[in-house]
């Protein structure tokens, strides 16, 4: 008995001193400026600060979490420590607003019972198990002093495996699930240590940013100096693309563009600027410039790429697949885009469920010329399918800005007015408090005859210009036009002859005005 | 074989069974929690709300758009409000603009513009509406921390007696707004 009591003392101690090894290092985050004057103070703080959970790291007190919050309320502990507040006053106050759920240690209430009582009942249910074999074996014990050739018990030898099977399994499916859904966090870095740090790397950063700036300026320079000078327009660009100025780098390529009568190279470039000017969406604009270097130069890797990310962007994982494949196979094995592209393949794969080695890497030259040649119908077709995707994706997610710009964009070129004027309005809805994007979807309203498809969105979109700003001359216009609509004259004449008083005398359209007035 | 082996195996079956009986009632709720999470249907971020039930916290704040005056929960007494706590920096605050505005039109909103610079908070509501009835300036994040807000956006109910019904914390998306917000604003008396 002794000998297995000190087997028990033993191991217990090996997994304290496991515990102290492999458990979390003590690490504040408390930075020097958050500290108290007063020692005596500053060490209460510290001790609360380790009984008080970080609400959104939430398995980190706040003394270790840099968050936002815990910071919040390491100084709200200390600011009401100032005041005199007694510890247990201030754990109070806290679990006031935050819940019990902000003590790391929770409080014995009935929503805890199970939490502080399932040990006591685990460790008394031990015990008991524990006596019962004891029992048992004293039990044996007698038995076989009475029959000393009583064979072993068959069925107390299966329960015996059954036990050491279950165990086994136990062990077993906890190490699959660790295995699974486990994972060893990093230490925390706490903010007070690494202060230089980050000083260090905010100059560096702008340091950064002022050099770009002037490098930008002087490219600037040299390209007016020279206009005739492809390399200056170029290196414009690239100082343009560095300081993230996406109007400079395409008016720069542009220029750039009209010197070399298209190079195809450069054209592409201007694609990734005008798909990185609207946050990495490849644009319908920019699909058709793409498509046009792809038929005079189906290898154009840059091109190759910008298509399949625009495949990538529709969702059709499979073709994206098959264009960066294609991609891979004509860049030289060092290129320095085979990284990422070999990432964005297994990234695409997956969305797609396919294996990458099964994709046909895209179509042959041939097929891209064929595509190239394809008419002016099935050109159409092809972005009028594009479109419709993106259409039926904003009916569900309406809020998405940039989309609606990008229909809105695509509904012009394809000269399809009705369509527009429900994207315009999709936008004015997206940003109901955006005077322009109202205004804009009521001129063209007006100007394409639309107002009686759309009464009650220009009604809607009306009364929110009233809202934003009622001294609006283009406001006050529409609104009159709508009235005049209605067959509201009075208004209508009241609206007009406010804004015609309005007008400076030499305004161009104040003739215009007058007489439209007169006309009522 | 005798009295003693019946006896024996009665025993022995209760110790292997109660600690089975105990694993397996532990391991079946820690099955249903993992697969409520693994599906979504259970959200570890959600926070129990320590507030629900409690008086709105009656803070005087700077007023956003009318500067000089001062806002508080005050101000709807008598009526039913939602809070809302945000901030032009916050992502999700901008997806959730379409969902106030609409509730907006049932509710009086009161804003929170939650450690954020004023001029900031204006442009936001520019570009992105401005469904709210009045909005208090919360330049460093008290009253946040009166309301128990540990990250915008936020979202209170609070009841015509002033005190707070719900809170969602998170953006408000059309789960939300169909299966919450909006049955709770029609069961107010």
Redesign the interface.
């Known amino acids: 008995m002794t000998g297995c009591l000190s087997r028990i003392l033993k191991t217990g101690l090996a997994l304290v001193m496991l515990a102290t090894v492999t458990g979390p290092l003590p690490a504040p985050a408390v930075t020097p400026e958050e500290m108290l004057a007063d020692p005596a103070l500053e060490s209460r703080a510290r001790a609360l600060s380790k009984q008080l959970r970080c ?2 790291c ?1 398995n980190q007190s706040i003394d270790d979490s840099d968050a ?2 815990a910071r ?2 390491r100084v ?1 502990v200390r600011k009401q420590l100032a005041t005199g507040a007694s510890d247990a006053e201030i754990l109070a106050t806290l ?7 902000v003590l790391l240690n929770p409080p014995v209430s009935p929503g805890t019972y199970i939490l502080w009582g399932a040990p006591v009942v ?1 460790l008394l ?1 031990g015990l008991a ?1 524990m006596l ?2 004891r ?2 074996r004293e ?1 044996d014990a007698a ?1 076989i002093a009475d029959d000393e050739a009583a064979p072993a ?1 068959p ?2 030898s299966l ?1 015996r495996h ?2 050491l099977a ?1 165990a086994s399994l ?1 062990m077993a499916a906890s190490l699959g699930l660790y295995l699974v859904l486990g994972r060893a966090d990093l230490p925390a870095r706490p903010l007070a240590e690494r202060g230089a740090e980050i000083a260090a790397a905010a100059t560096q950063a702008q340091q950064a940013a002022s050099d770009r700036g002037a490098a930008l300026q002087q490219a600037r320079a040299a390209a007016t100096e020279t206009p005739d000078d492809v390399g200056a327009w170029l290196r414009l660009a690239m100082a343009a693309a560095a300081s993230t100025d996406s109007a400079t780098e395409i008016m720069a390529l542009e220029q750039a563009e009209r010197l070399t009568g298209g190079d195809p190279a450069i054209r592409a470039m201007r694609a990734e600027a005008m798909a990185r000017a609207a946050d990495g969406q490849v644009t319908i604009p920019a699909r058709e410039l793409i498509a046009g270097i792809l038929a005079v130069k189906p290898a154009e890797p840059r091109a190759l790429y910008l298509s399949g990310l625009a495949a990538y962007q529709d969702e059709d994982y499979a073709a994206a697949v098959g264009i960066w494949r294609r991609l891979q196979t004509l860049s030289p094995p060092d290129a320095p885009w085979m990284t990422l592209l070999a990432e964005n393949i297994a990234d695409a794969a997956r969305s797609a469920g396919i294996d990458p080695d099964s994709v046909n890497p895209g179509p042959d030259a041939d097929a891209v010329a064929d595509a190239a040649t394809m008419t002016e119908v099935e050109r159409a077709a092809m972005i009028a399918g594009m479109v419709e995707g993106l259409a039926a994706r904003l009916a569900d997610e ?2 998405d800005v940039a989309g609606w710009r990008r229909l809105i964009r695509a509904y012009r070129v394809l000269e399809r007015p009705e369509d527009l004027q429900a994207a315009l309005i999709g936008l004015a ?6 005077i322009d994007a109202q205004l804009s979807a009521l001129e063209h309203m007006v100007v394409a005859r639309l107002e009686a498809g759309f009464v009650e969105a220009s009604q809607r979109l009306l009364d929110r210009v009233e809202v934003l700003d009622p001294n609006r001359p283009e406001g006050i216009y529409i609104s009159g036009h709508f009235a005049r609509q209605a067959g509201d004259t009075d208004r209508a004449r009241a609206l007009w002859e406010d804004l015609y008083a309005r007008l400076p005398a030499n305004a161009p359209i104040a003739p215009q005005l007058r007489k439209a007035i007169d006309d009522l | 074989m005798t009295r ?2 019946g006896s ?2 009665g ?2 079956r ?3 069974i ?3 009986a ?2 397996l009632i532990l391991a079946a709720f820690a099955t249903v929690a993992l697969m409520a999470t693994l599906r979504g249907e259970r959200d ?2 959600q ?5 629900v039930g ?1 008086p709105a916290p009656a803070i005087m704040l700077p007023s956003l758009l009318d500067e000089g005056q001062t806002i508080s929960p005050g101000d709807f007494a008598g009526r039913a409000f939602l809070v809302n706590v945000f901030a032009s920096w916050c992502a999700p605050c ?2 959730e ?2 969902a106030l ?1 609409l509730l907006a039109r049932d509710i009086p909103i009161m804003g929170i513009a939650y ?1 954020d610079r004023p001029e900031d908070s204006r442009k936001f ?6 469904p709210f009835a009045t909005i208090g300036i919360d330049r460093d ?1 008290d009253a946040g ?4 807000v ?2 915008v956006p936020e979202t209170f109910l609070v009841g015509a007696d002033g005190t707070i019904l719900l809170r969602h914390a998170g953006p408000i998306d059309r789960r939300v707004l169909d299966e919450l917000l909006l049955p709770a604003n029609r069961e107010l008396p």
């Open positions: 609400l959104v939430q936002e919050l919040d309320l709200e679990r006031e607003t935050y819940g019990d759920y685990i249910g198990i019962a074999w029992r048992r039990d038995m018990s069925a107390a329960d059954v036990a279950l136990v309406p809020g809805d997206a940003i109901p408090g955006n | 003693a082996d024996r195996t025993r022995l209760l110790s292997f109660i600690p089975l105990g694993f570890m971020s926070l129990p709300s320590a507030m409690k901008r997806a603009a379409p505005e450690k509501l520019a570009d992105y509406g401005n994040g921390m009166k309301w128990g540990y990250g």
